[in-house]
Every structure is written in C-alpha cells, then in structure tokens.
C-alpha cells in the first residue's frame, strides 16, 4: 500500500504561477490541457444548440465513436454515440443542417473514403446512409458568404480535394450529394500531407492542414490564404503555425479544427503523450488562443499546458458543487512507474493512475461530505470495464455505490446514484484490458 498527498509546497507553486500568468508543466494540477481526458485524435470541436461537442477519432482497437459535451468547455460529459460495428471510424466531422438534422462525416480506415450518418440530435440515434465522398480526412464546411456547403479533405497523392455538396435543404440528396468536384484548390500548399480544414475570417479563406508525419515529430500545422474558396492560396510566411517543442513537453501538435467565439478564434488540436512520444496513437486533444495579425495572417501559436479559461467568453455552467477529491489523500494497490494514484485526483487529463489492469484505489476526503455524484474518466471509452465504487464513512464499513463487477458496460457509460454521506471513496477494478483500467480522474462532486 502506497501513500500519497500533495503538499503546501505544491500548492504555493501552483498560485505563483497562476498569479503570474506562466504556463503550467506537463503534469501541473489543475492544467487545462489536455482538454478531455483519454486518448483522442483529429478533433473536431462545434457548437450546436448552446452546447460544445467534440467528436475526435478514438484512439483504441475498437475505435467507436464517441462525442463530450459540454456547456461551458469546462465541465465534460462523454456520450457513445451508439454506432458499433464501426472500426476504424476517424476524423468525423459534423454539420447541423438547415433541415434540423445532424450530418456526421466520417473517414472511413478500412477504404479511406467519407462515408455519412445522419441523425437527429448531436448525440443521435443515428442512421447509416454510407460512401458520399472519395476524399480522405473531410471536414465540412458552410461557406458563410454563400452558403454553400463543401467538403474539404485529400486525395490517394495526399493534396487537398475540394468539393461542393448539394445545399438544397428541399432536396432529397441535401448534403448527401456532392455536385462538383472541384479538386486541388490552386496553390501549393508546402508539406501538405492531410487533416485539411477551411476557415473564412474578414473576406479571407483560410485553408488549415497538417505536414509531416503523423508518428513523428514532424507533424505539424500550416496554412494558407485567399480571397476566394478555389484559390490561388497563398502560404503563409511564418509556416508552421504550430509545431512541436520539446522544451515544453509539446510532441506533434497537428490535426485540428477552429472554434470562434464572438470576434475571438481558438485552435483545438491533438498532440502526443509526452511517454509515448512519438508516436500516432496515444494522442490528447488541446486547445489554445488563435490570433491574427493586422494583414489578416495567423500569429504563430505557443501551445500550453495552462490551455484557455473560457469564463470570460462564455457563461460557466453553474456548479454549487466542487470537486470534494481534487488534491486530497489517496491510496491504492499500486501503480505503473509515472501514472501514480496522486494522478487520478490532480484535475489534470495529461495524468492518470493505472495499475495495470486490475487494483483498487481509495480517497480520503478528510470529511464526511455530502456528495451528490462520483465521476470516473476512464482511459478508452469504448472498451468494456469490471468495477466497482464503494463509499464509507470510517473507512471501516462500506456500501456498494456503483456495482459493474459482474456485468460489464462501456467506460462511456455514465454513474447514476442517488445522494449520500462519505468520507472514503473506493475504486475497485476488477478487469480493465490493462489500459481500459486507466483512470484519469475521479471527481467527487458534493458540498
């Protein structure tokens, strides 16, 4: 048994540097990168309804599709999507239509090609209506100028493909159909390799993509610009725009999408775990402030583990209660070397606790506390996961909270418990697949 607390020291540190505005380290508490915890790629982040959702590649055999929600990018939630059976689903890329439905494009890892849901909500159900597109990595994009609606992704010789869709809502074949391929848009797009995006600002299209290798410390994000969607583009002379920098634990930032909040632009992107590195599958989704300049170009972007504290350009959801384990004691069975149970209460999605499949960690609130919800964030989100949740007030008697000891159900599926009264909350995994039993944090939501 392992016994670890964070201490005044640790504290101190971390108010310096929030008064003085310096970027957090890599494994910080409280850091705001990652911005969702697991391990997530090509993310395409959108608002819809008041609410953000993220759909990103899941990074896992199974690769299912997932989507977080959330109404003030701060407080997540994680919904599966219900689609199954569909391996190797990367890069989706959603639109609401005109029509009130939900159009998910996806590439497809088995052909490469853009194949097509539609539902009716962002979190569905959804229905299969197959192949629309022979790009790869498509992200969709509604011209805010003419309303038309293309599909911007790259061709088998890895060059950007340009097309149009149908954008006719009375139309039978309303973003189904695409009714001209317009191909290479003029320009030449130095190092361009995939995870192509379009972004329209003050009359310039910009055409955002990743070069280099997606394994490698190459990868990496540039752009160009012009006044018309066709081209010719221009490339920017500060290319890239986001790179990796070892100095700052940043591994292979590439593949991303643009959120816009008012008149101010934020770039969520994956980059790699720093233990992992390099590498093109253990890949955490990022986001960071967006700038331009006076000419209209892009200002190099500084990633951070600090990330973006949005309460100043959105409302943050109202949250009487805090997270009661956030920093307090914690104890487990053991751990692997790096992921300690520290990890697991430090609000920090770069960090996690594993113990390797099986094991059992347990929080010391200091108090018995009233709690009205106890959050796990498991590693992937559609595997299959043994365990349990026990609570005590004395650390002596427990009672089952949450009981999957027997039945397995997805990480994704969320708690639901009615209220209670704890000082001691236990984590038991009985199976986890190894990195299934990742826990990367536990949040104990009560006053």
Not at 92 to 119: E, Q, T
Not at 255 to 280: G, M, N
Not at 397 to 406: A, F, N, Q, Y
């Amino acid at each position: 048994m392992q016994l670890y607390r964070f201490g005044m020291v640790l504290l101190i540190i971390v108010l310096v540097i929030s008064v003085t505005g310096q970027d957090f380290d890599y494994e910080s508490a409280a850091a705001g990168n990652p911005l969702i915890p697991g391990y997530f790629a090509d993310p395409s982040i959108v608002r819809m309804n008041k609410k953000f959702y993220i759909y990103a590649t899941t990074v896992s055999k199974y690769m299912e599709p997932v989507v977080w929600v959330s109404e003030d990018l701060k407080h997540w939630e994680v919904h599966h999507l219900g689609i199954t059976g569909e391996h190797r689903f990367w890069a989706p890329s959603v639109l609401k239509g005109r029509d009130g439905r939900y159009y998910l494009y996806y590439s497809s890892g088995f052909d490469f090609k853009c194949h097509l849901y539609i539902g009716e909500s962002p979190l569905g159900p959804f229905k299969k209506y197959g192949k629309v597109e022979d790009g790869f990595d498509l992200q969709i994009f509604q011209d805010p100028v003419t309303g038309k609606v293309y599909g911007i992704s790259s061709n088998p010789e890895s060059r950007p493909r340009l097309v149009e869709f149908n954008s006719d809502p009375e139309s039978a074949d309303y973003l189904k159909n695409v009714i001209r391929v317009i191909g290479e848009p003029q320009g030449s797009f130095f190092d361009y390799t995939e995870g192509s995006m379009l972004l329209y600002r003050n009359g310039w299209y910009y055409l955002m993509y990743s070069g280099g290798k997606c394994g490698d410390v190459t990868y990496r994000i540039h752009y160009a610009k012009s006044r018309n969607i066709e081209g010719p583009y221009i490339n920017a002379p500060d290319n890239p725009i986001l790179k990796w920098m070892p100095e700052k634990d940043v591994f292979g930032p590439g593949h991303h999408s643009v959120l816009q909040l008012d008149d101010e632009y934020f770039i969520c992107y994956h980059r790699q775990d720093k233990w992992a590195a390099p590498t093109c599958s253990e890949r955490q989704v990022c986001v960071d402030k967006l700038e331009f300049d006076e000419q209209g170009w892009i200002k190099p972007v500084i990633p951070t583990h600090r990330g973006v504290d949005f309460t100043a350009y959105v409302d943050e959801k109202e949250h009487a209660l805090r997270n009661l384990a956030f920093q307090k004691m914690v104890t487990s069975s053991g751990n692997l070397v790096h992921h300690e149970p520290a990890d697991a209460v430090d609000e920090n999605f770069a960090t996690f606790w594993q113990a390797g499949g099986s094991g059992h960690l347990s929080v010391d609130l200091e108090n018995v506390y009233s709690i009205q919800k106890v959050q796990p964030f498991w590693g992937h989100y559609d595997y299959f996961i043994l365990y349990k949740i026990e609570y005590s007030t004395d650390n002596r008697t427990w009672k089952v909270l949450v009981d999957r000891s027997v039945k397995a159900q997805l990480a994704a599926a969320s708690v639901q418990h009615e209220r209670i009264d704890a000082r001691y909350i236990r984590v038991n995994v009985i199976r986890g697949g190894g990195a299934a039993a990742t826990l990367y944090e536990l949040k104990v939501w009560g006053n």
